[in-house]
């Protein structure tokens, strides 16, 4: 089973950046695939906008963020990192990581919250023009 907690989130300006943290507590092979989504407003959907693969660092964007969010993972710390530059104020959302053990097709799979069994509670941004 897998934990995981996110930080960082908070209030920006308009093209600044923030860090998110998302610190994993549980076992390794239940996070093989991860990934951050957001939900904006009041909606209940989740967009997947950052995945990695934990053993090759494989790594996919949305193109909403692509050139401006980095996704990493510091194995040593347990914690994938979105790290999150020249934000917008349609940036702000309820920021979440996510894990999966296995992802058959990650490639066109990534970005769908069902492929994935692990949440954290979320973190919001809130970006100000």
């Known amino acids: 089973d897998v934990q995981l907690v996110e930080s960082g989130g908070g209030t920006v300006q308009a093209g600044g950046s923030l860090e998110l943290s998302c610190r994993v507590f549980g076992d390794t092979y239940s996070r093989n695939f991860m990934g951050w989504f957001r939900r904006q407003g009041s909606g209940n959907e989740r967009e997947g906008i950052a995945a990695l693969v934990t053993d090759t660092g494989f790594t996919f964007y949305a193109n909403s963020v692509k050139g401006r969010f980095t996704v990493s993972l510091d194995n040593a710390k347990n914690t994938l990192f979105l790290r999150m530059k020249s934000l917008k104020p349609e940036d702000s959302a309820v920021y979440y990581c996510?894990?999966?053990?296995?992802?058959?097709?990650?490639?066109?799979?990534?970005?769908?919250?069902?492929?994935?069994?692990?949440w954290g509670q979320g973190t919001q941004v809130s970006v100000s023009s």
């Open positions: 996510a894990a999966v053990g296995t992802m058959w097709g990650y490639e066109t799979q990534w970005y769908r919250p069902d492929a994935y069994d692990y």
